[in-house]
């Protein structure tokens, strides 16, 4: 999932393809989901099943609202011209409203078990790497949810899809030593 929205918002650039309607509601309404399955996967590793399965129906539920809202509503298709910057604004109000229902509780588990994960066991450092891996991206839809303000109006537009590209690497390869961790502990 995180390929396939990173994919269409490196093809959101206008000098590559530029957003279209399809496209743009594709990419919002699978990136929320996205944040809240990361989290849900926290869940599992670090509490009783049971509360990582009752976030898993949540985030079903929130994630089907938010998808079948988004995937038929009508979009302000003028504002799809400004490319990856553009964040939910083009989204009805009543989707958006939906997304930190997903994206909070998700990035919250996701860099919270991270950390949790790291404080428990300070060998077992790909933790970090997880952490800023999950860390990346509030950043850099921080930057895009706040582009107008002066704050971060000296930020390159670009720094969204450059900060998505720099998590999903740091997240890869947190996942890959842990796995190199657990083989090598496993006794």
Not at 56 to 69: E, G, N, T, V
Not at 106 to 113: F, K, T, V
Not at 175 to 180: A, D, G, I, Q, R
Request: hydrophobic letters at 50%; zero cysteines.
């Amino acid at each position: 999932m995180w390929l396939f929205t990173t994919l269409l918002l490196f093809l959101a650039e206008p000098e590559i393809l530029g957003w279209n309607p399809l496209m743009y509601k594709a990419f919002y309404v699978f990136s929320a989901p996205l944040v809240a399955l990361l989290g849900v996967g926290s869940l599992f590793l670090f509490t009783h099943k049971n509360w990582g399965k009752y976030f898993l129906i949540y985030s079903i539920i929130i994630s089907a609202a938010m998808i079948i809202l988004g995937l038929t509503s009508n979009i302000q298709e003028e504002l799809l011209t400004s490319g990856p910057e553009i964040a939910g604004l083009a989204m009805p109000q009543y989707v958006r409203l939906i997304s930190p229902f997903l994206t909070v509780p998700g990035g919250l588990l996701l860099i919270g078990g991270a950390i949790y994960s790291y404080w428990l066991d300070r060998t077992r450092h790909y933790n970090l790497l997880i952490f800023l891996g999950g860390l990346s991206p509030f950043l850099g839809g921080m930057r895009s949810r706040l582009a107008d303000t002066t704050f971060f109006s000296f930020v390159d537009p670009q720094f969204f899809s450059i900060i998505q590209l720099f998590g999903v690497i740091l997240l890869f390869l947190g996942f890959v030593l842990s796995v190199e961790y657990q083989k090598s502990h496993k006794k």
